[in-house]
């Protein structure tokens, strides 16, 4: 049973995050109240699942069109530029990052959206914050340009509940692993990489050292805090620019043990690149007591639940292709 009456715009619905946003809200929502959109392809998990559009967030008339024309009454605005993409084109990843923000905030205060979703992420602390258990509210001095755009991002959300009452809501993502769509441009994508490689080679050349610890999460565990955060009523919200979650912290190192209890043989190969210093600059765990108070947050993935369930479905798809070979 749908949910309520809303109709739900994602855009950047191809991406790591928006496949399963987009096919989680159908099934909370309906199919044809969430309405996908991306300036990339369809993805083929969401092919027939339900309206899909062409869209470029940055081209806030076309966007204000959809947004009328499809009676949209809530936006999870989720394309972006990620971290280790935006240091090599700061300009773009600010342009893109910012401006697709302000847009949306724009249209959703103008029309009147019942609620907007925008993701914000650890890149937001830099090398001044606490490294363990980062608390929600400490110093915040991010270094690198996506971490200034989601810090900057999230006082405009702020900004824009508390001027003109748009309930947008907001949570600092650690690195997200999964399988059905891929990452890009990420520092903690080796996270996702390396079980793909584990199976195909049984090795994996990593571009963090052993001893890198940072935040991450298990997909199914940021799903569903997207979709509990988004449910929870207004008044439960005391943070209006970004939660802090938390899932599990572990090094490239744990990871690789941890798939060996899988594949005994696995060997991996460590090449720091210049991600290294963006994964310096982040702390390694994240305090999330806020999340915990406000709207019940609780995870249910540690390391090892989450390698056993990600070799389980890595492998079924495997053989699901080599069927279809
Ligand atoms: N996964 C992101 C990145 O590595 C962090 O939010 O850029």
Redesign the pocket.
Known sequence: MPLRKDKILVIGASGQIGVELTLALRKQYGNNNVVASDLREENALLKDTGPYVSLDMMNKEMLHVQVIRQNITQIYLLAAM???TGEKNPNLAWHLNMQGLLNVLDIAREEKLHKVYWPS???VFGPTSPKINCPQQTIIEPSTV?GISKYAGEFWCNYYFNRYGVDVRSIR????ISYKSA?G?????YAVEIYQEALDHNKYNCFLSENTYLPMMYMPDAIRATLELMNAPAENISIRTAYNISGMSFSPNEIAESIKTHLPDFNMHYKADSRQA?ADSWPQSIDDSVAKKDWGWKPQYDLQKMTDDMFNNLKATKTLNQDQD
């Not at 993502?173 to 997200?176: I, R, S």
């Not at 441009?185 to 994508?189: C, K, L, P």
């Open positions: 990620l971290s280790a992420s650890i890149a996506y993502y650690p690195g997200l990452p441009g990420g520092t903690t994508d963006i």
